[in-house]
């Protein structure tokens, strides 16, 4: 992304670093939970093309999506697996897996500001937008999304229960 604003930012550093006392793990399962309720909007202003669109919350999403997107990339990229990589044996699969995990999240930041910038002209009704174009958009953003996690839950924190239960 390119820039981020002070609102931005703040929003950012919140989700970049757990509070004391919190785990890596509670904390990547409140920023996922975060993650699915904005891919829930997403999908509903999706449901919404072209005739029923809530301007307001297309405001919203894109005003969170990037500090939530890049707060979550941050934290697992800066903290949790470097952690993962130092704690986690026995998973010959697991450096492959990372860097897999930190393309998805290249790839999703290379695409957000696009998303971003359609999301805005969605809620300020820009007759030059192609609903059907904005529509796909949004449908990847969040298909793609909710797989990255379901794998991040499914595989990663079930690596790091299974260390910390060892
Ligand atoms: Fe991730």
């Known amino acids: 992304m390119k820039t ?5 930012r703040e929003e950012f550093e919140k989700r970049y670093r757990p509070p004391q006392g919190v785990s890596a793990v509670d904390w990547l399962k409140k920023i996922h939970g975060e993650q699915l309720e904005l891919c829930r909007e997403l999908e509903e202003i999706a449901d919404s093309l072209p005739a029923e ?3 307001q919350k297309c405001i919203y999403a894109a005003k969170a999506i990037g500090p939530l997107t890049m707060g979550a990339h941050r934290f697992e990229e800066d903290v949790l697996f470097p952690w993962v990589e130092q704690n986690v044996t026995g998973h010959p699969e697991l450096a492959a897996t990372l860097e897999r995990l930190k393309f998805e999240h290249f790839e999703d930041e290379c695409f957000i500001e696009e998303l971003i910038d359609a999301l805005l002209r969605l809620g300020a009704a820009d007759p030059t937008l192609n609903a059907e174009t904005i529509g796909y958009m949004l449908r990847g953003y969040f298909v793609s999304m909710r797989r990255h996690i379901a794998f991040e839950q499914d595989h990663l924190l ?3 229960s299974e260390r910390k239960a060892a």
């Open 158 to 160: 079930a690596m790091v």
């Open 4 to 8: 981020l604003d002070t609102h931005d």
């Open 53 to 55: 669109v809530n301007r």
